[in-house]
């Protein structure tokens, strides 16, 4: 074997062509600079044939919006389960990655698993909710090694710490446990199946979402007034504590972000009755009826009229760094407790709203009517 000088390494070189996995180093422009024998197996060529060419003379991806990420080569992308169309090959469903190379602008290393052989393309989930929550998924394994870390690191700082300090360690060990959770849900997604839903105090979970925000915050990096507007009269919804506190905590974090520039930075979370709202489940019982909401406004510029039609697909997003995926998380999460999120924008007021709408836990029963003789 092949190592490098004077390390005991194997060059990387090597090592790439051991992975089981494509990998393509891309230079600036999406053309192949080299690629490793599983690339070339994957696209049926030799590297005599592929280096030189532009990545879409070879792979031809249908989604515009994630074509368009692989052009920014400043940014990571990933996409699970994606459909392309392989020339000479024919239609393929993969995993991809795309990184940047460090120090070297312009250039990306793209990493391919093809899932084509496990289904056959025997059914398409490639669609935006399927999709949004299998790119974290990609990372699950990495994320829950340094999960327990904290976990371990926050429990011994527990036992130093003063008694007036413990609510911190709590918060830390109880956020972990909360994601750790969230992870193992979207490993398994690939079921189709929803989490498990019950009876929720929503106003116990935006408070959670609050204190993590808070934490967050804890060095005044973000300058905000949050005002909060709770009806205390609203009974439990039916829906998941855990993807609750998500949905919060993501609605108020891209608030937050989104009124930094205002001259008074302003987030309002408001809960209320709202009679009226049903939703058809497509079967043959009534609609379900959707009368609790929880608003999340600010008042910063709004998001760009071009792009309001599309916040919640994936790989959309107005942020430089951004993935695209937050907000598409947040409304599978909220169709998964048989919920439904909308986005609105006020000009008039200079207001941008993100409104929820979830079911009763339980319904209140009709009252009998009495008899008459």
């Known amino acids: 074997m092949s190592l490098s000088a004077g390390t ?25 600079a080299s690629l490793n024998p599983a690339a070339e197996q994957f696209f049926g060529q030799s590297a005599r044939r592929l280096v030189g060419c532009e990545l879409r003379d070879v792979v031809s991806i249908s989604d515009r919006r994630l074509a368009d990420r692989l052009a920014d080569y400043e940014t990571p992308v990933s996409a699970r389960e994606i459909v392309v169309q392989l020339r000479g090959k024919g239609a393929r469903r993969i995993d991809i990655n795309v990184a940047p190379v460090a120090d070297t602008p312009g250039w990306q290393l793209l990493t391919i698993h093809d899932n084509s052989a496990a289904d056959a393309l025997g059914d398409d989930s490639g669609g935006p909710d399927n999709a949004v929550l299998r ?74 979402a609050i204190d993590v ?20 009269s609203l009974p439990p919804v039916l829906g998941s504590a855990d993807g609750l506190v998500q949905v919060m905590i993501n609605l108020l974090s891209n608030a937050v972000e989104a009124c930094q520039d205002a001259d008074e930075p302003r987030v309002v979370i408001r809960t209320r009755f709202a009679s009226g709202l049903q939703l058809q489940t497509g079967d043959a019982s009534a609609p379900l009826r959707l009368p609790i909401e929880v608003r999340v406004s600010d008042n910063g510029p709004g998001i760009d009229p071009a792009m309001r039609d599309h ?4 790989f959309v997003t107005t942020k ?16 998964d407790m048989n919920g439904r999120i909308t986005h609105e924008r006020n000009e008039e007021a200079g207001l941008t709203h993100f409104r929820i709408h979830l079911p009763l836990a339980r319904e209140p029963r009709s009252r009998p009517r009495r008899k008459t003789a």
């Open 213 to 232: 925000l808070d934490a967050a915050n804890a060095q005044g990096t973000s300058r905000f007034r949050l005002v909060e507007e709770f009806d205390p």
């Open 320 to 335: 430089k760094s951004g993935q695209g995926l937050g907000l598409p998380l947040v409304r599978k999460l909220v169709r």
């Open 135 to 208: 790119g974290p998924e990609i990372m699950a394994h990495e994320i829950k090694n340094p999960l327990a870390g904290i976990r371990g690191a926050a429990q011994l700082l527990a036992r130093r710490v003063e008694e007036r300090d413990r609510a911190l360690t709590d918060l830390i060990t109880g956020e972990v446990d909360r994601i750790a959770g969230l992870i193992e849900r979207m490993q398994k997604l690939s079921g189709r199946t929803a989490p498990p839903v019950g009876p929720c105090n929503l106003h116990e979970a935006a408070r959670r």
């Open 311 to 314: 916040i919640f697909e994936p």
């Open 8 to 32: 005991g390494i194997p060059e990387a070189q090597r090592l790439l062509a051991s992975l089981p996995q494509a990998v393509v180093l891309l230079e600036p422009g999406l053309t192949i």
